[in-house]
């Protein structure tokens, strides 16, 4: 067989989705002919379609080599596709090094200004990311390009510009995702009515979380939807994605038990949360469902605070969180210590675009201080961490929740004088016992956390906020001096 056998194999393997063998008769064309310009093409288009970045580069650089300069069309594609593949590699400043490559040949395209913006965002240089996306908007005002834009303002907490980009987008298509990421940037500026009201529109779809891998919400179709109105006995409230925002918004449904004492409320919720939520005279709360049919109706606990009317939010004042007293005495010998007690929390579990991970060897210099420093991770989730740890020996910790999730931590936060903490759920576990709290934030966060360091949801907790375009990790010189400040005062 020649390569054009070979080939002819490879793409019939190719289109009926037999990629092993595809990538195998590619091979085998390209053995015997390797400037077969159509394997190559088609094998790097593969590679890329499953993945596998690496070789991708490598094919598109062995075809970019054969095609001529004056071939602008295609030597376009390959600098572009290559600065693609290694944006997928994280490898975002050799990916700026291909776009900026392309835009020598053809300044003009704006998906490659659009796809500069998103590689300089990734490497915290938002005013290139803003410029790159405006001259992208200039060659094609689009719904992509607008949104992008969208998420950039709310980022930098430019809120206004935010929305009226998200609404620019809409223009172009009226879509229930588009609406509800627009809700953000009004939730950030206080303005709840509103940013509650187009929250509601995530409940059009139910995607894949990207993080988690699972729906955003569970869904039970025999059941129907509350209108906030009709007349209901039984409530079925229905737990979403994210452990420490159904901790958090609890404390709406006790604010629905109060406006409707005649109704039950059932509030159906995770393993992680269930246990550790106090039940009240017309509030349950299961981790089970043995009988659906007996609710009137059900409702998502994020869309509480639309349903209740919210337009301003006062501090938590009211411990809703399970005590076992005698867990906590079990805890204060363990802890017991004429030190300031100080816990710490250095990363969350999930990647985002909103920075909650320090690496634990930044914190050598508060190890340094005259406190007993307690991480408050699972051991597992840090062996490595700490196995790697210069002063691993000055860090106490424990093997905690073994047995039931928070059950320890809860113990633990009764029984120190602070908690330090990047924004995970522990933080709103802290905020809602009253433990005083350091709550360290980067350049970007989330909207509950505002633009300021008023005190919103918890009177305990302190913002300390990266106002500059730096690392988490640089917070720690303002914590340092504060927990000096605690142990000067005690």
């Known amino acids: 067989m020649n390569a054009k056998d070979f080939y002819k194999k490879a793409n019939k393997c190719n289109i009926n989705k037999k990629y092993s063998q595809a990538i195998e008769n590619y091979h085998k064309a390209l053995q ?23 070789n991708a580069i490598i094919y598109y650089e062995k075809l970019l080599n054969l095609t001529p300069k004056k071939d602008i069309p295609n030597t376009v594609i390959c600098l572009n596709q290559i600065g693609v593949c290694y944006n997928k590699l994280k490898n975002y400043n050799k990916s700026i090094e291909y776009f900026k490559k392309t835009l020598h040949f053809k300044n003009d395209i704006y998906e490659i200004y659009d796809n500069l913006s998103t590689c300089y965002f990734n490497t915290r240089e938002y005013k290139l990311s803003e410029i790159n996306s405006l001259i992208s908007l200039r060659l094609n005002n689009c719904e992509k390009v607008n949104k992008d834009l969208g998420f950039l303002y709310f980022c930098l907490k430019e809120y206004d510009k935010s929305i009226k980009y998200y609404n620019d987008s809409i223009k172009f298509n009226n879509s229930d995702s588009l609406i509800y990421s627009s809700s953000f940037s009004y939730l950030a500026k206080k303005d709840f009515k509103n940013g509650f009201r187009l929250y509601d529109y995530r409940l059009k779809n139910n995607d894949i979380n990207q993080q988690t891998g699972l729906k955003e919400r569970i869904e039970i179709p025999q059941i129907p939807y509350w209108d906030g109105v009709t007349e209901c006995n039984e409530l079925l409230i229905l737990y979403e994605q994210g452990i420490g925002d159904n901790i958090q918004y609890y ?17 159906f919720c995770k393993d992680t949360v269930s246990n550790i ?30 349903m209740l009317k919210i337009d301003s939010i006062k501090p938590n004042n009211q411990n809703y969180i399970k005590i076992d007293s005698n867990n906590i005495s079990l805890w204060r010998e363990k802890l017991k210590s004429d030190k300031l007690k100080v816990g710490f929390f250095y990363k969350g579990l999930l990647d985002t675009h909103i920075e909650k991970k320090i690496a634990l060897e930044e914190f050598k210099n508060l190890a340094d201080l005259n406190i007993d420093l307690i991480c408050l991770h699972k051991f597992n989730e840090i062996k490595d961490d700490l196995n790697n740890c210069s002063f691993g020996n000055k860090i106490i910790n424990y093997d905690i929740d073994i047995d039931s999730p928070f059950v320890d931590t809860i113990s633990i936060l009764k029984n120190i004088d602070l908690l330090i903490t990047v924004d995970t759920s522990i933080v709103h576990l802290a905020g809602i016992l009253g433990v005083k709290t350091f709550l360290m934030l980067g350049h970007i966060t989330d909207w509950r956390w505002f633009n300021n360091n008023d005190k919103v949801w918890y009177d305990s907790v302190e913002l300390f906020r990266m106002e500059e375009n730096k690392e988490l990790k640089y917070i720690l010189p303002k914590i340092e001096k504060s927990v000096n400040e605690l142990i000067d005062n005690r």
């Open 251 to 267: 404390r709406f449904v006790i604010e629905l038990s109060k406006l409707n004492p005649n109704m039950k409320i059932t509030y």
């Open 32 to 54: 015997i002919d390797q400037n077969h310009l159509k394997s190559l093409k088609e094998l790097a288009n593969l590679y890329e379609n499953i993945n596998d970045n690496e």
């Open 277 to 306: 939520l106090n039940e009240y005279d017309n509030i349950s709360i299961v981790k089970e469902l043995p009988n659906i049919f007996k609710y009137n109706y059900k409702f998502y606990i994020m869309s509480l605070p639309y």
